[in-house]
């Protein structure tokens, strides 16, 4: 008989951040999920893996649970139905690229489905497996994390397939240990902490370049997906450091300077574009952290000059980004995150659904950058089964919102958009990547 997991509470309090995601449900903006996909050089023990999807919602309990629905506040309630969730199915394809795509593009059931899903696809003697998380429960670092911890219990099931993981109760969900490392004490009244920052404007222009006359009528979810080698990857890394610059600070150069020659705003008129920041680099190293979301938005803003070169858009970036990066990086959005408290859900519900209404009908919601990072800085192993590459790809947004995503993976750059037909149009979106690949590359003179 299995060992029954012990001390995981019935039920958990629901961060504000968790809630916002929550709403995307109603108010149709993106489609609320987070995946990855990883290729391996051999094949995966595909019952000991559905064992470990298994385990990683006893290690994270947020994983399983569902998210309860309440005027007042919401929380997470535990799941009585885990013993019986396909939770990691194994399915023999001959393409397994095509299959992973197929799998990014099916929505988790937010009623039914639970937090995290798994699939693995099998092509002759080579395994590639698909993971989906809820954004409502989990962020991009979340998402980098659970994939350590799944990697982790796959191997831990190796040695001793009884293994318990011991469930992360106590781990961080909130923002409040982060505000208590700035030292902000009042979020509505502490004004030399409040005021640093960047606020995210109000949006000025928007992708796709053109919207059809109903453009919230959605067909089909599209993904697009562009790969920069190792060998350029390494390339444009040492243009970045030669230039005090970071990856961060490329992506958002060649993304304004790809935009700017899309939809061809008027030079001197700045515009802006979103980026996500992971609230985890305020805490103090080793602090105890579960899977969540930790993360804000913060804006850049530059102008289009013409015939400006590469490097030139990139001074001017950096020099923003060095502002940005002296005061409390993120720190504003969280705090937007956090001052609902005491309102009721439905109030705060009711406002996301008026302010989608007003981007809808201005047609204008300013691109979003989010760029996951280094997905592990060591090649994950399933045991003695390597991940050869791996990416991360973004939530889906419908028109007129867009998101870029970014993640690198064993020196591979990858990038992703999820989209929605006919309202955003394939061909727009797919040239857009590549002229963002483009203006990386190009830049270091390959």
């Not at 064992?51 to 994270?60: I, N, P, Q, T, Y």
């Not at 919207?211 to 350029?232: F, G, L, T």
């Not at 993360?295 to 001074?315: C, G, H, M, Q, V």
Request: net charge negative; with cysteine; proline share 6%.
């Amino acid at each position: 008989m299995e060992k029954e997991v012990q001390d995981i509470p019935d039920t958990m309090p629901a961060p504000w951040q968790d809630c916002f995601n929550y709403i995307t449900r109603y108010v149709t903006f993106t489609n609320y999920q987070i995946q990855a996909v990883l290729h391996f050089r051999g094949r995966l023990d595909a019952v000991r893996l559905a064992r470990a999807v298994k385990l990683s919602v006893d290690a994270e309990p947020v994983l399983g649970c569902k998210f309860i629905e309440r005027e007042d506040m919401p929380f997470w309630q535990l799941r009585t139905d885990l013993d019986s969730i396909s939770w990691c199915g194994l399915e023999e394809v001959p393409d397994r690229e095509k299959a992973a795509k197929r799998f990014l593009l099916k929505e988790l059931d937010m009623d039914n489905d639970p937090q995290v899903l798994g699939r693995l696809f099998r092509s002759g003697k080579q395994d590639t497996l698909c993971i989906k998380l809820n954004h409502t429960s989990c962020d991009g670092g979340g998402a980098k994390a659970y994939l350590r911890l799944l990697a982790d219990l796959y191997t831990e099931l190796g040695r001793d397939p009884d293994y318990l993981p011991e469930p992360n109760v106590s781990g961080i969900r909130n923002q409040t240990p982060i505000f208590d490392a700035l030292g902000i004490r009042n979020l509505e009244s502490d004004p030399e902490k409040i005021g640093l920052g960047t606020a995210v404007p109000e949006s000025s222009w928007a992708f796709p370049l053109q919207q059809p006359d109903k453009p919230y009528q959605y067909e089909s979810a599209v993904v697009a997906i562009n790969r920069i080698s190792s060998q350029d990857f390494q390339s444009i890394s040492a243009y970045a450091r030669a230039r005090g610059a970071t990856i961060n600070d490329m992506l958002l150069t060649a993304f304004f300077r790809a935009l700017f020659d899309t939809l061809e705003p008027v030079s001197g008129i700045p515009k802006e574009i979103n980026f996500t920041v992971d609230l985890r680099r305020h805490l103090p190293e080793g602090t105890g952290i579960a899977i969540s979301n930790l993360s804000a938005l913060e804006s850049i803003s530059t102008s289009r000059i013409s015939d400006e070169p590469f490097s030139a858009t990139l001074e001017r970036v950096v020099s923003i980004m060095t502002g940005i990066k002296s005061q409390y990086l993120g720190v504003q959005g969280a705090i937007g995150c956090e001052l609902p408290a005491g309102t009721r859900f439905a109030d705060v519900l009711e406002m996301m659904k008026q302010i989608v209404q007003k981007t809808q009908e201005d047609r204008k919601c300013t691109p979003t950058l989010t760029n996951f990072g280094v997905i592990s800085p060591n090649l994950l192993l399933f045991g003695e089964t390597v991940a050869e590459d791996a990416y991360i790809v973004a939530p889906f947004f419908y028109a007129p919102g867009f998101m870029l995503g970014a993640s690198t993976y064993n020196g591979v750059l990858t990038l992703t958009a999820g989209y929605y037909e006919p309202a955003t149009k394939g061909d727009d979106v797919t040239l857009l990547l590549e002229m963002i690949a483009d203006e990386l590359i190009s830049c270091c003179g390959l």
